[in-house]
């Protein structure tokens, strides 16, 4: 799926614009979360893609909010605590699913694995593969693992990975609201966390694609898979990655607006084997989003995902609703 780039909007005071309708930030309440105070915004977009339309008016609560998705070190705490299997780690009951191919039927995630050559953008697995063994301690397989991976957001979590996480922690997962309020940063109707210019005096400011989507990758933003969180600048909000690096789940139901035609996720791929009806909006875009294909490294893009979904580029963050 192409995409056609809006007008360059000015916006010369974006970031004083930030700072002034940034909320207080209550870091000694609880670690590692921003609090946010609500209030009215501009949601979704008339610019980019269907699902995103209408623009409307939209109230956020009070909150507090991951300042950034949860990392692998975080997630291990969890399981060490715990331990909690995910759902990729699991052996799946073929009476769950009477249709599903045989061969996915095994434990394991879909994993993106980049074409040597330029292929098709019609169908994602030329790109896309399920791959057993592939879970989060394993992000590329079973000879894969998390040296150095430590700080980078946790992947292969579905819906469920991330509720039990979150349940443990004492917090919940966002609302597609609140974590539209968040990533926006105070910049209301903005195309991007930082304004409207997608590249700031050729400043890379998320992990994304840079180059072909999906054989050819020139990595100027420094990463070519995820990246560590914190390592792109923060928004107005003090939030970091809620552009690029990896989407993240939130509770909303997935649907189109009345008088909108629903889409298939062009970048999320579905495992196929959960109900395809049942799926949750998931946001921010990641690492693989490509102007050229996916323009969805923005606050008002959205995608609709299968809740037993998990892939190499799906994480989260929580919340703590005041």
Same mark, same amino acid.
């Given at each position: 799926?192409?995409?056609?780039?809006?007008?360059?909007?000015?916006?010369?005071?974006?970031?004083?614009?930030?700072?002034?309708?940034?909320?207080?930030?209550?870091?000694?309440?609880?670690?590692?979360?921003?609090?946010?105070?609500?209030?009215?915004?501009?949601?979704? !977009? /008339?610019?980019?893609?269907?699902?995103?339309? $209408?623009?409307?008016?939209? %109230?956020?609560? +009070?909150?507090?909010?991951? &300042?950034?998705?949860?990392?692998?070190?975080?997630?291990?705490?969890?399981?060490?605590?715990?331990?909690?299997?995910?759902?990729?780690?699991?052996?799946?009951?073929?009476?769950?699913?009477?249709?599903?191919?045989?061969?996915?039927?095994?434990?394991?995630?879909?994993?993106?694995?980049?074409?040597?050559?330029?292929?098709?953008?019609?169908?994602?697995?030329?790109?896309?593969?399920?791959?057993?063994?592939?879970?989060?301690?394993?992000?590329?397989?079973?000879? !894969? /693992?998390?040296?150095?991976?430590?700080?980078? $957001?946790?992947?292969?979590? %579905?819906?469920? +990975?991330?509720?039990?996480? &979150?349940?443990?922690?004492?917090?919940?997962?966002?609302?597609?609201?609140?974590?539209?309020?968040?990533?926006?940063?105070?910049?209301?109707?903005?195309?991007?966390?930082?304004?409207?210019?997608?590249?700031?005096?050729?400043?890379?400011?998320?992990?994304?694609?840079?180059?072909?989507?999906?054989?050819?990758?020139?990595?100027?933003?420094?990463?070519?898979?995820?990246?560590?969180?914190?390592?792109?600048?923060?928004?107005?909000?003090?939030?970091?990655?809620?552009?690029?690096?990896?989407?993240?789940?939130?509770?909303?139901?997935?649907?189109?607006?009345?008088?909108?035609?629903?889409?298939?996720?062009?970048?999320?791929?579905?495992?196929?084997?959960?109900?395809?009806?049942?799926?949750?909006?998931?946001?921010?875009?990641?690492?693989?989003?490509?102007?050229?294909?996916?323009?969805?490294?923005?606050?008002?893009?959205?995608?609709?995902?299968?809740?037993?979904?998990?892939?190499?580029?799906?994480?989260?963050?929580?919340?703590?609703?005041?």
């Amino acid at each position: 799926m192409r995409d056609t780039k809006p007008a360059k909007r000015v916006c010369c005071c974006a970031q004083a614009k930030a700072a002034a309708h940034a909320p207080s930030i209550d870091a000694g309440h609880i670690e590692g979360m921003v609090l946010i105070t609500g209030g009215d915004f501009t949601m979704g !977009s /008339d610019v980019f893609y269907r699902e995103e339309r $209408p623009s409307r008016r939209a %109230t956020a609560p +009070d909150f507090r909010i991951d &300042a950034h998705p949860v990392t692998n070190a975080q997630f291990k705490a969890f399981v060490d605590a715990t331990g909690y299997l995910t759902v990729s780690e699991r052996q799946p009951d073929p009476a769950l699913y009477p249709d599903a191919d045989p061969a996915l039927l095994c434990p394991g995630s879909l994993v993106f694995t980049q074409p040597p050559s330029r292929v098709g953008l019609r169908d994602y697995r030329n790109w896309w593969a399920y791959v057993p063994g592939a879970n989060w301690r394993h992000p590329q397989g079973p000879q !894969s /693992d998390l040296e150095g991976l430590a700080d980078h $957001p946790v992947v292969h979590v %579905t819906y469920a +990975d991330a509720s039990a996480y &979150a349940a443990w922690a004492g917090k919940s997962l966002p609302s597609e609201i609140e974590w539209e309020y968040a990533a926006r940063g105070g910049l209301d109707g903005a195309a991007y966390p930082w304004g409207d210019d997608p590249a700031p005096e050729g400043r890379q400011m998320a992990n994304t694609w840079q180059g072909e989507f999906p054989w050819q990758n020139t990595a100027l933003d420094g990463y070519e898979r995820t990246s560590p969180v914190k390592a792109f600048p923060a928004n107005g909000y003090g939030l970091y990655d809620v552009a690029g690096n990896v989407w993240e789940w939130t509770t909303t139901r997935y649907g189109s607006a009345p008088g909108v035609e629903e889409t298939k996720s062009c970048c999320v791929p579905s495992s196929g084997l959960g109900d395809p009806s049942v799926r949750h909006v998931v946001k921010g875009g990641s690492h693989l989003c490509a102007p050229s294909y996916c323009l969805r490294y923005r606050p008002a893009a959205r995608q609709g995902q299968t809740l037993d979904t998990s892939t190499s580029h799906i994480g989260f963050r929580c919340v703590v609703r005041v």
